[in-house]
């Protein structure tokens, strides 16, 4: 799911033979997100949230409009993937191109994917510990461990997720 411009970039690296490569402007994603748009705007600017953590005014999802509408539209394309599924898998996975930001390159080895699978039956996250005490990951504390019924002690981030195409569907 790229802007029409970036196409050549992947195609020089990747072969056609097994690589989809879907027209996907930034204009899409806001027609993906409409319903959400203003209010992820109107939090994202907010001194209250900005407040939430020392991180947060400097951070990517602060200072970009496009960045929280992208991160959560990517499981409503992992799901157009798995309805399109070119090449008619069983399981699919959403693996950033920026994956490497935060996790080292030399994760992601054949040997990582050839036994990644047994952990796709169902729907699998990448997450990570985070302590927390005012907020976790850009929420406030108390209420994500209200809404989550214990506390949280771990975050996912869309960098590499994914599952079964019955529970992608089903997820999204």
Same mark, same amino acid.
């Given at each position: 799911?790229?802007?029409?411009?970036?196409?050549?970039?992947?195609?020089? @690296? @990747?072969? &056609?033979?097994? !690589?989809?490569?879907? &027209?996907?402007?930034?204009?899409d994603i806001k027609k993906l997100y409409e319903p959400f748009w203003n209010n992820?705007?109107?939090? @994202?600017?907010?001194? #209250?949230?900005? $407040?939430?953590?020392?991180?947060?005014?400097?951070?990517?999802?602060? /200072?970009?409009?496009?960045?929280?509408?992208?991160?959560?539209? #990517?499981?409503?394309? +992992?799901? /157009? /993937?798995? =309805?399109?599924?070119? *090449?008619?898998?069983?399981? +699919?996975?959403? %693996?950033?191109?920026?994956?490497?930001? !935060? =996790?080292?390159? $030399?994760?992601?080895? &054949?040997?990582?994917?050839?036994? %990644?699978?047994?952990? %796709?039956? !169902?729907?699998? *996250?990448l997450s990570y510990p985070y302590e927390a005490e005012k907020e976790i990951h $850009?929420?406030?504390?108390?209420?994500?461990? @209200?809404?989550?019924?214990?506390?949280?002690?771990?975050? =996912?981030?869309?960098?590499?997720? $994914?599952?079964? &195409?019955?529970?992608?569907?089903?997820?999204?």
């Amino acid at each position: 799911f790229l802007p029409e411009e970036l196409h050549e970039f992947v195609f020089e @690296r @990747r072969s &056609k033979k097994n !690589t989809v490569v879907r &027209k996907f402007e930034l204009e899409d994603i806001k027609k993906l997100y409409e319903p959400f748009w203003n209010n992820t705007q109107n939090i @994202r600017k907010s001194e #209250k949230w900005q $407040g939430l953590a020392g991180w947060l005014k400097d951070s990517p999802q602060c /200072a970009l409009e496009w960045y929280n509408p992208i991160v959560m539209s #990517k499981y409503s394309l +992992l799901h /157009a /993937a798995a =309805c399109g599924n070119e *090449f008619n898998t069983d399981h +699919l996975i959403w %693996l950033d191109a920026g994956i490497t930001m !935060t =996790c080292n390159e $030399g994760f992601f080895t &054949k040997e990582f994917f050839d036994n %990644l699978i047994p952990y %796709l039956d !169902t729907n699998l *996250f990448l997450s990570y510990p985070y302590e927390a005490e005012k907020e976790i990951h $850009g929420f406030e504390y108390a209420a994500m461990n @209200r809404l989550a019924g214990e506390s949280v002690k771990y975050v =996912c981030r869309g960098g590499l997720f $994914g599952g079964h &195409k019955e529970y992608i569907m089903q997820g999204n």
